[in-house]
């Protein structure tokens, strides 16, 4: 009997049936899946998501980027996801900015990789 | 509780220390009339110095990148040289104008292709290659180089002018806000995304945007208002305008509320990535001028279409490409220090998704404005005493047009 790869670290198997949704490539998708979820999806994954906050990020903490395992990779994606969701959820009460300029016309030119190493000043990029 | 919860609010006042900038109503026309745009055009914009990069994005030989000017509609190539120098140039091919290079970044070995009929400029510019020579009539190779925009380079910033002959220098361009700005670490700021959106509206209405905030308590009750503009500051006063030539600098005072539940995640995680007051020690005179233990952010502007929003941590560069007296380009770019571990990695995306947010409440109110412009129905504008940095927009506008 084989065991399928863990989705995400010893410890938050609770927060595993977010991962299929809710851990997207990068920060244009999960804009979009944001745009594109009723408030009440939002809520629902933001309400598991907050009070596992402390103890995701005291792991993650100890993660360095550019050297992340595949369980990590997905963990830090739902903690961005969670970043990208919090404003729908403490701000507006809806996926859309209030009276807001349509963020469909905001068009991503450089994004900061999710997962990838990052360089210091003076090291090179 | 200590000293630093009951800070003063800041005075009024602040207009009357610039006593040729006025205190009266202003006429709207410059901003939504064609013919006063295209003196805009050769008066302002064609005259000034545009940032298109950072030179850490070019940091050996050969390396290169391609961006445009809107405005002008100029393609630009920027490479490393074998000798360190920074060259810039019109990225349009000496055959028959394509582009030199199209890609939006690399390393080249020495030459740029054009993928058209396979010319080849080298990293100066030269014409080295034609492809199948003797089918041409004598073209002289030493002559068709890359033309050159003029290009220059401050505190790892890569800058260009539009003009053949630029009429003033970077330096002159910069002046004293260049110089008092000039000490921050800039180049910390390793990490940057970029965005970009076009808006229907006058590129001073872009700039006019982030240049008050007067309007954080009613524009950003839930969003900025709780952190930027808590107790002390219900009118989202300023700390002071500092103004210096046709620049000027916001100093923004905050003091530091209740954060919401995912913001409080992030400040204690990844604190490195967040707008947060203090950590401003030894900073140049230009940034927190006032030297105040309440200051959070400084906007600070270079006239006529670029500025920073400028913390202990981290900037942003807000550009304004005017289009047309009515149609803009606007490119964000912010610039945060870089994460080691996957935890600021988050605190990354949450000011990031933060300071989008928050720009979108302020973009609401762009194009309504712009149409109550067009149809006539705003000639005048009314500016409060924290509104100056407006109110200095306008007259450093009208004066170089009456000049
Ligand atoms: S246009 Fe470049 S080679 Fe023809
Ligand atoms: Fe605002």
Redesign the interface.
Known sequence: MSMAAPLLPEGFADLERFVPDWVQPDAVTRMATRQASPIAALREFYDAMLPRGEAVLAHLRHHQLGALAGPEENLLRLMLMLAEVAPAVEWYGDPRVYDGFPVERVRYLRQISDSAAQAFAGEPA | MNEMATPPVPDIGITAHYPEIGTGPVDTAIYHEPAIYAKEMDAILRRSWYMIGRV??I??AGDFFTTDLPTFGYEILVCRARDGKVNAFHNVCTHRGNVAEHRSEGHSAGLFTCRFHGWSFDLEGDLKRIRDEEGFFGCDKAKMGLRRIACGVWQGFIFVCPEEEPSQTLEEWLGEQGADTADY?W??C??????????ACNWKLVNDSPAEVHHIPVLHP??AAPTMMASGNPMGRLLDVRIRGNHRTNSHYSVQAEP????K??Y???SAAQNVAGGARGYPPGINATRSPFWTVDLIMFFPTLSFTLSAGMYTAHQVWPLGPNRSLY?Q?VF?K?????????G???T???F??V??????T?ERIQRALDSGQIREFHYHDHELALRHQHHVVTRILAA
């Open positions: 850490e994005q940091a050996r670490p180049s910390q390793t990490q940057s995304y970029q965005w970009e959106c076009e808006i839930n969003s919401k539940p995912v913001q995640l992030a204690f995680h990844a490119r770019r945060v870089p994460a080691g571990t996957a935890a600021e990695r988050f990354q995306e949450n990031m998704v933060e989008r947010d720009v979108m409440e302020d973009f609401s762009l």
